[in-house]
């Protein structure tokens, strides 16, 4: 049995993450997950969430919004719209962007609802991944 996972983290943007980890906690769209080396394959889709993997009992978190996971023994790949690690998130643009959406989501006039809730999300979430790190 596998006694390490690879962890991947890939977006059209480029690569975001890349290493040998122990555990991953992951943002599935049907609930959080968890992955030791050695789990069943499977497939699943993503929320907009925090990924968080263990690496010699230390945590490291992942900002990833949407996509996919595919699981195997040996590896976690995690296809994401976008991704950070905490420590590339800039935390100025996340909340310049927080402060966008709340204004959008304020304004009476039509807005693309959905749309403007996303990117709420995103912000509030790199935030929260920030914060999560520093808490470590
Ligand atoms: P913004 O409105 O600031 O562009 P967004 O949520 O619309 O934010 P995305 O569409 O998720 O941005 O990502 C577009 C690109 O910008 C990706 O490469 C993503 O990694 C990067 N990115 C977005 N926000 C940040 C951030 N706060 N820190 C670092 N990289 C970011």
Request: cysteine-free.
């Amino acid at each position: 049995m596998a006694e390490k996972l690879t962890l991947e983290v890939v977006s059209p943007y480029g690569a975001a993450f890349k290493d040998e980890v122990d555990e991953v906690v992951a943002p599935g769209t049907e609930g959080e997950f968890g992955v030791l080396p050695g789990h069943v394959p499977f497939i699943t889709t993503l929320k907009i969430g925090v990924l968080v993997y263990k690496k010699d009992g230390k945590p490291g978190y992942i900002f990833v919004n949407s996509g996919y996971a595919e699981v195997y023994e040996d590896k976690v790949l995690v296809l994401a719209d976008s991704a950070e690690k905490a420590e590339d998130i800039d935390v100025e643009r996340a909340k310049a962007a927080l402060k966008r959406a709340e204004e959008r989501l304020q304004k009476k006039e039509d807005i693309d609802f959905a749309r403007a809730q996303a990117a709420l999300q995103r912000a509030l979430t790199r935030l929260k991944t920030v914060e999560l790190a520093g808490k470590k």
